[in-house]
T-cell receptor
Framework: GNSVTQMEGPVTLSEEAFLTINCTYT??????LFWYVQYPGEGLQLLLK?????DKGSNKGFEATYRKETTSFHLEKGSVQVSDSAVYFCALREIQGAQKLVFGQGTRLTINP | GAVVSQHPSRVICKSGTSVKIECRSL??????MFWYRQFPKKSLMLMAT?????????EQGVEKDKFLINHASLTLSTLTVTSAHPEDSSFYIC???????????FGSGTRLTVV
């Protein structure tokens, strides 16, 4: 079946550090890929997405590129801020059926000032 | 934007009682809703998919008689945890499929604690 694996957390960085959160997937075909962010006490919010190979999703300084060769969708940000502290989820949308989302296990990110 | 309001945000109940969690779409019609369960330090696990006016489709291993899902209108879906036990304690999140390829919107989640 389809699955998503993302790097184990928690991740703690200092402000202005470079961030990478790894995400790899196993899927039939070429699903759409997503990064969601969950701030404390809130629901999941879409951070960025990519719908086909070599697409780059970007938002709020975050970027991720759909790499079909390595089945990866790593999240990066050049200079993190304290306000980026949250839990980040990588996900894929199944191509067939009810278009379910399959999530990675989530990575908790803490940015210290 | 499309918003799903989920209530309650936190609930504590006694073993053996039932708890109802509601998700309302505030400014759009939600034909399809997904219900997820999130264990501590674990991913979101899809429990079931509900379509308005029809029976929910449960994922393998999810007890449909224990986790009752009702999607009787285009703006309301409910999850009832029946005869709750401490092992049902978890974080439950609903999500609505947006039309036109717009993706999904999520509720803010419900923290259920069964004592």
């Amino acid at each position: 079946g389809n699955s998503v694996t993302q790097m184990e957390g928690p991740v703690t960085l200092s402000e202005e550090a470079f961030l990478t959160i790894n995400c790899t997937y196993t899927a039939t075909g070429y699903p759409s890929l997503f990064w969601y962010v969950q701030y404390p006490g809130e629901g999941l919010q879409l951070l960025l997405k990519a719908t086909k190979a070599d697409d780059k999703g970007s938002n709020k300084g975050f970027e991720a590129t759909y790499r079909k060769e390595t089945t990866s969708f790593h999240l990066e940000k050049g200079s993190v801020q304290v306000s980026d502290s949250a839990v980040y989820f990588c996900a894929l949308r199944e191509i067939q059926g009810a278009q379910k989302l399959v999530f990675g296990q989530g990575t908790r990110l803490t940015i210290n000032p | 934007g499309a918003v799903v309001s989920q209530h309650p945000s936190r609930v504590i109940c006694k073993s053996g009682t039932s708890v109802k969690i509601e998700c309302r779409s505030l400014d759009f019609q939600a034909t399809t809703m997904f219900w997820y369960r999130q264990f501590p330090k674990k991913s979101l696990m899809l429990m079931a998919t509900s379509n308005e006016g029809s029976k929910a489709t449960y994922e393998q291993g999810v007890e449909k008689d224990k986790f009752l899902i009702n999607h009787a209108s285009l703006t309301l879906s409910t999850l009832t945890v029946t005869s709750a036990h401490p092992e049902d304690s978890s974080f439950y999140i609903c999500s609505a499929l947006l039309g036109g390829g717009a993706g999904y919107t999520f509720g803010s989640g419900t923290r259920l604690t069964v004592v």
